[in-house]
């Protein structure tokens, strides 16, 4: 049992199996996990989903880490909530990504899947109300646990429930694609909390119009805006240690030509709301429209692997290296490779780039925070400048010392980038100190925490 209670998909700790049959833990990161380490493990307990072999494996074992507890949904359910609902409806209607004249088609098939994330969410309302002291805060996540807050307001009225957003939300012109009482039972699901939470004022006011249009109005719901910010202390850190030193020396070999050859570095997941193909063809404007760059700059693109079931990711990461080989083929010289790309997700490596590149380019389509956009400066070594989407929750804080773009708008990024590129020194340290302090105004756990203590005043 636990005073506080947070539920998401994917949890702190994944499990694979060795060789030998025996399990590995691995524990994650990210804002939510340093979070909750502002309250004692004896307290709180995680709910998350068991999501590989590994997983399942360490749930029929009856192995756990302390604080969490994984559940062993049916993969089929889960597969079709996680992938067929979630990342393929859900992620899509918020992010805005629908090629409208084919899509989406909410047939029979949808159907099924929807009764699958009934079934999803409903396995972690009832843990959650089994696991919850009377009058526990439970803080559920994501667009994944949509309908969690109002099953779980039905099984346990005593609790105070709360759920926060990570994602942006639809505005009511979009979100109201999704079939009308699909629309309706997400909303009156979210609704069930006492209050919700957004990382931008943008997001919250969009929830707040959709529920104007469909369901009149938010009734008693609490919404709140809490921007997650980058945590300086750990990233000051993490960043100076040896691994980092290494594939800092590793990263400067690799761009080559001394020390006045610049670097526009991008680090992403490979998700289709992150536009790093249109990023991609922004440098290639740049080298286009200003032959003066060639040679004296390298674009290094980290797009790491996620969420590899769905074919649509698939074919946008082979997409994103095919671009990056044209460029490579069209450019390229002996001793000048104008992209450097790389796929496989390494922490140690992208500090590194956060370290030493002149700018960073986060071109988001739409994006809930972008902490990309939070964490470079903080990390950086002589300053770097932004190059940022207006579209990323980013926006609200960081726009003022950012380069912004508009990021369907190629000859604009490209524009923008060459602006980046020369910048004067000192106006660069400058904005990057000023974009460091913005960055950094709300650390992991005062988020974790200011939302534990608007929950508790909640009326
Ligand atoms: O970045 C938005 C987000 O929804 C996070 O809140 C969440 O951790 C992640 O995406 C989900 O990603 P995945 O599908 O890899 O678990």
Redesign the pocket.
């Known amino acids: 049992m636990a005073s506080v209670l947070v539920a ?3 949890g702190p700790v994944s499990y694979a199996v060795a060789e030998d049959g025996s399990l590995d833990a691995r524990r994650g990161g ?1 804002g ?1 996990v340093s979070g909750l380490s502002a309250v004692s493990s004896e307290d709180s307990v995680w709910v998350c989903a068991a ?1 590989g072999e590994g997983d399942r494996q360490a749930v029929r074992r009856g192995i756990s880490e302390p604080g969490v507890r994984m559940l062993d949904i049916d993969p089929d359910v889960h597969a079709d909530a ?1 992938n067929g609902i ?2 393929s409806v859900l ?1 899509f209607v918020h992010h805005m990504l629908y090629q409208t004249p084919v899509e989406p088609v909410f047939d029979a098939e949808f159907r099924r899947r929807w009764t699958s994330y009934e079934t999803y969410n409903r396995a972690f309302a009832e843990a959650l109300a089994a696991e919850a002291d009377p009058g526990a805060q439970v803080v559920v ?4 646990l949509t309908l969690v807050p109002g099953m779980l307001r039905e099984a346990r009225p005593d609790l105070r429930i709360g759920h926060f957003s ?2 942006p939300w639809a505005p009511p012109e979009y979100f109201r694609m999704l079939p009308d009482d699909i629309a309706e039972q997400v909303l009156r699901g979210m609704l069930g909390a006492d209050r919700l939470g957004f990382l931008t004022r943008r997001w919250a006011d969009a929830f707040a119009a959709c529920c104007t249009a469909l369901v009149g109005g938010t009734g008693g719901t609490e919404l709140g805006v809490h921007g997650l910010g980058a945590d300086a202390d750990f990233l000051r850190e993490r960043s100076r240690r040896p691994d980092v030193e290494d594939r800092l020396a590793a990263l400067r070999e690799q761009i080559g030509g001394g020390p006045d050859r610049k670097t526009i570095i991008r680090v992403d ?1 490979t ?1 289709l709301s992150k536009n790093i193909v249109r990023g991609l063809l922004a440098y290639r404007a740049l080298l286009e429209d200003h032959p003066e760059w060639r040679g004296r700059v390298v674009h290094v693109a980290f797009a790491y692997p ?2 590899q079931d769905l074919a649509v990711y698939r074919d946008y990461t082979a997409e994103v290296s095919r671009v990056a080989e044209e460029i490579n083929t069209a450019f390229g010289t002996d001793d000048w490779t104008p992209v450097l790309l790389h796929v496989k997700d390494d922490f140690a490596r992208s500090l590194a780039a956060y370290r030493l590149a002149d700018v960073a380019l986060v071109n988001p389509i739409r ?3 972008n902490l990309v956009a939070k964490e470079v400066p903080v990390v950086s070594d002589e300053g770097c400048a932004l190059v940022l989407s207006r579209e990323a929750g980013a926006y609200e804080e960081l726009g003022e010392d950012a380069i912004t773009v508009n990021p369907y708008d190629i000859t604009g990024t490209a524009r923008a980038l060459h602006e980046a590129l020369t910048m004067p020194d000192g106006e660069r340290a400058e904005r990057s100190k000023r974009l460091a302090a913005s960055a950094t105004a709300l650390p992991p756990q005062r988020w974790f925490l200011e939302q534990l203590e608007a929950l508790r005043e909640v009326r």
């Open positions: 998401s998909n994917r990210g939510l999501l996680y979630a990342n992620w996540q994501d667009y994944h990570h994602t997941r998700e996620s969420r994006d809930g925070m």
